[in-house]
């Protein structure tokens, strides 16, 4: 099936421009230069009907859903349980509503799901019952899993984001591997044939938790995917000087941008 990822944020955890900060980048013109927190869209057409997963909802939820058209919800990934991939959670309320009599699926690791019932207590305790909650559901994903939403099929990825592992995702053609230092070698085989290939390159010094530009590239050299593109960019990357310096089968992704693929 034909499909299309949308990028709803390219930047870091602490948003480009970074508060307090009045650097080129930040200061930039260039819409590129302004990225919102990290997190995608996949959506296609299932059964005549359009159909949309998010992988993460962080602080800037709500308004890359209003930018990008997000109407309609059919389940969300998490990566992760770091402030910037979870806190636009609540922001589903209005689209879980949709769901009633059901509940929109939320499919997390174990680590993860234990933070999210944490954070969002009035949300996911059966206890406090509060009435406007969000209709979502928790499932566990773990190892390998893949998990089918309408049609497609959505498979995790094991990856190494300083200490903790943490969800990449494989679906189609197409790969969404975020907030990572390495990819561990059992999760390789998972990345063949790769058409477009997402992935985190923070900035150019090395991070203790997060590929920089040259470990990024190096990832790529392994996984030989047809096209790179890079996110959760911080401010030490302005768009445009920095796409000059990589081959043209590697690209830097920015806010509200449009890949094809297939799933
Ligand atoms: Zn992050
Ligand atoms: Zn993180």
Redesign the pocket.
């Known amino acids: 099936m034909q499909a299309e990822i949308v990028i709803l944020g390219s930047g ?2 602490m948003g480009v421009p970074t508060l307090g900060c009045t650097c080129a980048v930040c200061t930039s013109t260039d819409p590129r230069n302004r990225r919102m ?2 997190s995608i869209a996949v959506e296609w057409q299932w059964e005549g009907a359009p159909r949309r997963v998010l992988i993460d909802t ?1 602080p800037d939820f709500r308004e890359q859903a209003l930018r990008s058209g997000v109407h309609h919800v059919d389940a969300v990934f998490y ?2 349980p ?1 402030a ?2 979870i806190l636009g959670l609540d922001d589903l309320r209005p689209l879980s509503f949709r769901h009633r009599p059901n509940y929109l699926p939320l499919y997390a690791d174990a680590n993860t799901a234990r933070i999210l019932e944490r954070v969002f207590e009035y949300t996911f305790s059966p206890a406090s019952q509060y009435p406007t909650r969000a209709r979502v559901q928790l499932f566990p994903i773990d190892g390998h899993d893949t998990t089918q939403v309408a049609g497609a099929a959505f498979q995790r990825v094991p990856l190494q ?1 300083g200490n903790v592992e943490v969800s990449g995702f494989r679906f189609g053609n197409a790969a969404y591997l ?2 990572m230092k390495s990819i561990p070698d059992a999760s390789l085989p998972l990345l063949e044939g790769l058409d477009v290939m997402i992935l ?1 390159a923070l900035r150019p010094q090395e991070h203790p938790s ?1 590929a920089n530009l040259e470990e990024a590239l190096h990832w790529v050299e392994v996984v030989k995917p047809r096209q790179a593109w890079f996110t ?1 960019m911080s401010h030490e990357i302005d768009h445009e000087a920095t796409e000059a310096t990589f081959p043209p089968h590697v690209r830097l992704s920015y806010d509200g941008l449009r890949i094809p693929i297939e799933i």
Do not use: L
Request: no cysteine.
């Open positions: 870091t955890s927190r990290p962080g990566t992760h770091h910037d991939h984001h975020t907030d985190d997060h959760h």
